[in-house]
């Protein structure tokens, strides 16, 4: 559980080391204390660029149909309030992607490639795909950002592997990996590409 403090400004819930409100956050539950009893309806003063982020956050969320509350991330100040709001974008585009992979394939979630040896080399690695299809197929789902040497480690266990991409954008993948953009709006490439790997 992460306990913030904060102060009330016009209504509005403002950062603040001395302040009285204490919002505490586990996962989606959040409590707001004031001076003791319980506060609803307050909101959290957003900069323009979170407003910008929490709209970004709403439209995947209405594009997707999985609805969400955002204002557990909202609950986190500063610079980690914006990375648990792409953290929500991620996490709802990758229920997406898993319900649609689910209606047609034997999927599974946080399958380990391999097993880490952080405590011999002391280096991260990344060992557990979004998606595995059929038990052969790692299926990764981003946003925006995605991570090359995440998916060049997975491709060193499965030599086939698709990266899903929200919206329009550039994606470089390993050999026999594929990227497939714009997945909000069609689902037809990618399902046709897995049935055609998984049949061949």
Request: contains cysteine; proline residues 4%; aromatic residues 14%.
């Amino acid at each position: 559980m992460q306990v913030f403090r904060y102060s009330i400004v016009n209504g509005e819930l403002y950062p603040d080391d001395n302040g009285e409100v204490l919002v505490f956050v586990e996962g989606q539950h959040l409590l707001i204390k004031y001076m003791g009893r319980e506060l609803n309806d307050v909101k959290f003063h957003l900069t323009i660029k979170e407003r910008a982020l929490l709209e970004k956050v709403k439209m995947i969320s209405r594009s997707t149909g999985i609805e969400v509350d955002p204002t557990p991330a909202l609950a986190y100040p500063g610079k980690s309030r914006t990375l648990m709001l792409n953290k929500l974008m991620g996490q709802i585009f990758e229920e997406f992607v898993y319900r649609i992979l689910a209606n047609k394939f034997q999927v599974q979630r946080q399958v380990k490639a391999f097993e880490s040896l952080y405590n011999f080399t002391h280096r991260r690695y990344h060992n557990t795909p979004d998606i595995l299809v059929e038990g052969r197929i790692p299926v990764e789902a981003k946003v925006s950002f995605y991570n090359y040497e995440q998916i060049s480690e997975y491709s060193k266990k499965y030599r086939v592997g698709a990266v899903v991409l929200a919206y329009s954008s550039n994606c470089y993948v390993p050999s026999g990996w594929r990227y497939f953009t714009n997945f909000l709006a069609d689902q037809r490439h990618l399902l046709n590409w897995l049935d055609s790997v998984l049949h061949a």
